[in-house]
């Protein structure tokens, strides 16, 4: 009896023993997190060079990183922030270390909302966002992404990938929402994102041009011509009519240049997505691990005598301004 006794003592102090391991491994793995978004307290950029609001974002991005704050994009500011026209872009990438850090504000920098066949009533407002990357990214397989930001560009918008899921989650969006695109291939969704599923045209007429970053840290390229040849994707429609990506497979043919993710190894070595003409347009995947794409708020407003976090909601304040309601505004009681 005794000696079941402490076989039963040891057990427990072994299951215990684990348990602490367990969560010690945890707390590592958390921490290894949060060592990599404060991986700069102040970063490498001459401030010199920004104007009074960048320095204001780029401040709430570094104390953001610092803190290990990554907010989900169900709690960024959607559509309560400032809109195109009352904010200007901002768009700020810098390396340090190993690492290709990237803050954008989702606010075009180029003319947006022009040249609409059939204009969304949607709005592009400012959702600030920040991406830790690697400076060099190791590709090893490929991993379809999901609806929503893929990528920040240099715009200070956001990279979506190919769908639009208008009517089906596997419609393309070049084909379903097109007539909503302005002049420079882009528009803004029901959440105020600003966003391309097509070739950022307004981003520089130069022909290959760096037109952001993915997720996985693989650069994002417009449209490329080698040797007088511009690069084609090697998808073509199977089955279907082709407004599906379900209708389409990949294949290696002499007439087409690119991986199944729209990519490609340059002259030089290096390795990056190119947009295309034909679909999937953007890269429809990851060819590395994607990191998180952090949302961060500056500040706090203060209502009826109380703090309150621009971030986080439960219930709606309504602005107005005279007789003209101003936005809708979401709220939520925090600890400031």
């Not at 966002?129 to 190791?138: R, S, V």
Request: charged letters at 20%; aromatic letters at 12%; glycine letters at 10%.
């Amino acid at each position: 009896m005794v000696g079941k006794a402490l076989l039963l003592v040891a057990l427990v102090a072994s299951a215990a023993s684990s348990a602490v391991q367990l969560r010690s491994g945890v707390s590592q793995l958390r921490s290894g997190v949060s060592q990599l978004r404060s991986g700069v307290a102040r970063t490498p950029v001459s401030r010199a060079d920004l104007s009074d609001y960048e320095q204001e974002v780029l401040t709430a991005a570094e104390e953001a990183m610092a803190a290990g704050t990554c907010l989900s994009r169900t709690e960024s500011s959607q559509c309560t922030g400032s809109c195109y026209g009352d904010v200007d872009s901002v768009y700020i990438e810098y390396e340090e270390g190993d690492y290709r850090y990237v803050i954008a504000n989702g606010i075009p920098s180029h003319t947006a909302d022009e040249g609409r066949e059939r204009p969304n009533a949607n709005e592009a407002c400012e959702n600030r966002a920040y991406l830790i990357i690697p400076a060099t990214t190791t590709t090893n397989r490929y991993r379809t992404n999901r609806m929503g930001p893929i990528g920040l560009a240099l715009s200070g918008g956001f990279i979506y990938n190919p769908l639009s899921g208008t009517s089906g989650v596997d419609d393309i969006a070049v084909l379903n929402e097109g007539v909503s695109f302005d002049n420079c291939n882009g528009h803004s969704d029901g959440k105020c994102f600003y966003h391309y599923h097509d070739d950022a045209v307004c981003i520089s007429d130069d022909d290959c041009p760096l037109v952001g970053y993915l997720r996985d840290g693989v650069p994002v390229y417009g449209y490329c011509s080698i040797d007088g040849t511009q690069l084609q994707s090697c998808y073509s429609v199977t089955s279907g009519d082709g407004n599906s990506s379900g209708d389409y497979e990949w294949a290696e043919g002499d007439d087409c240049h690119l991986d199944e993710n729209n990519g490609y190894t340059f002259e030089d070595g290096t390795y990056g997505y190119v947009m295309t003409d034909s679909y999937p347009y953007p890269p429809r995947g990851y060819m590395a691990p994607a990191q998180d794409i952090c949302y961060f708020e500056d500040g706090v407003v203060v209502f009826a005598g109380k703090r309150f976090s621009q971030v986080w909601a439960k219930g709606y304040v309504k602005y107005w301004l005279g007789s003209w309601v101003v936005r809708w505004v979401h709220f939520k009681p925090t600890e400031c």
